[in-house]
């Protein structure tokens, strides 16, 4: 039920509008009559009102002082303005002033006269208010997106912390091994290690620093990067784990089965990679095993500096991402294991 006050300080007035308005009784208006200003205005900061109709010329308040007050106490109110009009000019300029939705002229003979004018601003009113449910269901999702934005944020700024320090291992071993070592090489071996290196970073940046993804999804990008049994080329992953890893682990262990895959990659024409997931107490652990062959030309690179740098990079990030680790050689085979704890390291 909406409420609608109307505001007179004639009784004359105020008592024709009460007889004309309950002819036409609607139970879905609820009508207030006041021929003081202060005590429709005391309503109308009490209480929520759809439409105030209120005479402009009174002797204590005017009716614009009132619309005044009404805006500032209930801007949803619609406010209509009754008057005699002796002054055109004065009386516009009030309804410009006031910002009153409409003017209508007294006196009434008609019961429409009071009524429609009553039902249009009820019916704007409605309308506002259906405007205004959008409004705030259009602010709560906005809210709720801006909610979760700042929860990614921040969960994106945790992790970049957290990695930050390893990212920084990383780019400080490449550097150290570069700098120190790739002056002595020729400018295509050069460039060759500069790039490797650089797609080190970029893999450990994707699949490392930002994304978290599960144990499918990493074995299947090896395979997509090392496995091409036509070439000669076999990468094969198990998981002994007995369960799916947790998210800290994953990243540690994936990079570092890239680490492997990529090495091999780079450095064998052909090879057969296997990489082991396991457990061994509070540790997850990553066995990393190559054999290829001894026969003919092995290496893709010929220079034995390039292979032995790209050897001690990637070695040298693989420490800064594990607990510890353990390597081995033998023939034509190597072997690393990587122990990875989960992050804060508790055991389980």
């Known amino acids: ?33 006041f021929q003081e200003p202060e005590k429709a205005v005391e309503y109308v900061r009490n209480y929520p009102v759809a439409v105030l109709l209120s005479e402009l010329e009174m002797p204590v308040m005017s009716g614009k002082e009132v619309f005044d007050m009404v805006e500032i106490l209930s801007p949803s109110t619609v406010r209509i303005a009754m008057a005699q009009i002796k002054d055109v000019e004065h009386t516009l300029k009030i309804f410009n002033q006031a910002r009153i939705f409409k003017m209508i002229v007294k006196p009434f003979f008609l019961v429409e006269d009071i009524l429609g004018p009553i039902q249009e601003a009820l019916e704007y009113y409605e309308e506002w208010k259906k405007t205004e449910e959008r409004r705030q269901k259009m602010e709560q999702k906005m809210e709720n997106v801006e909610q979760d934005i700042r929860q990614l944020s921040e969960k994106l700024e945790d992790k970049k912390r957290k990695h930050d320090g390893i990212y920084h291992v990383a780019v400080g071993v490449i550097k150290g091994n570069l700098s120190s070592e790739i002056e002595e090489l020729d400018a295509q071996d050069s460039n060759y290690t500069s790039a490797a290196c650089e797609e080190l970073l970029q893999e450990f940046m994707r699949y490392y620093m930002y994304e978290e993804h599960q144990y499918q999804f990493h074995v299947a990008h090896m395979k997509n990067l090392f496995h091409h049994p036509e070439e000669g080329c076999i990468f094969q992953v198990q998981n002994k784990a007995g369960d799916e890893l947790p998210s800290d682990v994953m990243a540690k262990v994936a990079y570092g089965m890239f680490l492997g895959g990529y090495l091999c990659q780079q450095i064998l024409r052909s090879y057969r990679t296997i990489m082991m997931i396991e457990r061994e107490g509070n540790f997850y652990v990553l066995r990393m095993f190559c054999q290829y062959s001894g026969k003919g030309s092995a290496y893709k690179i010929a220079n034995e500096k390039v292979r032995g740098l790209l050897k001690n990079v990637t070695a040298e990030i693989a420490k800064s991402l594990s607990d510890h680790l353990v390597t081995g050689i033998k023939e034509q085979q190597f072997a690393v294991k990587a122990y990875f704890k989960k992050e804060g390291g508790h055991s389980e």
């Open 1 to 33: 039920m909406n409420t609608v006050v109307i505001l007179d300080h004639d009784s004359v007035s105020i008592e024709g509008c009460r007889r004309m308005l309950t002819v036409s009784r609607n139970d879905d208006i609820e009508y207030k009559f």
